[in-house]
Nanobody, 124 residues
Framework: VQLQASGGGLVQTGDSLRLSCAPS????????MGWFRQAPGKEREFVAA?????YYADSVKERFTISRDNAKRTVYLQMNSLRPADTAVYYC?????????????????????WGQGTQVTVSS
């Protein structure tokens, strides 16, 4: 199974982007899919996840929305009101299990499958 993330780019503060992640060779419609990001010099951090519930990092609540199109087996991350602090490589993650705790949704070590990342750069 490979996860293909796309949609990153260079935008200005306040702009929007929509990231997409589609698995090849797998179907996670009954599992959990999430987004993490890693900025230069920082550890990978949780952004959003969709399993039995939807979870968001405090820093992106009210600005980012995770959604899924199960027919296309694709997960999206709609990012609005982007800020320079959102600059990072964004990674898609997935697992066959439908997580049922906040911990599982929000920690990278619980996900089995990872995509290659897509760069998001927000200029001030």
């Amino acid at each position: 199974v490979q996860l293909q993330a796309s949609g990153g780019g260079l935008v200005q503060t306040g702009d929007s982007l929509r990231l997409s992640c589609a698995p090849s060779g797998g179907d996670f419609s009954r599992g959990t899919m999430g987004w993490f990001r890693q900025a230069p010099g920082k550890e990978r951090e949780f952004v959003a996840a969709d399993g039995r519930g939807k979870y968001y990092a405090d820093s992106v609540k009210e600005r980012f929305t995770i959604s899924r199109d199960n027919a296309k087996r694709t997960v999206y991350l709609q990012m609005n009101s982007l800020r320079p602090a959102d600059t990072a490589v964004y990674y898609c993650a997935a697992d066959d299990r439908s997580f049922n705790t906040r911990y599982a949704h929000t920690h990278a070590d619980t996900y089995y499958y990872w995509g290659q990342g897509t760069q998001v750069t927000v200029s001030s």
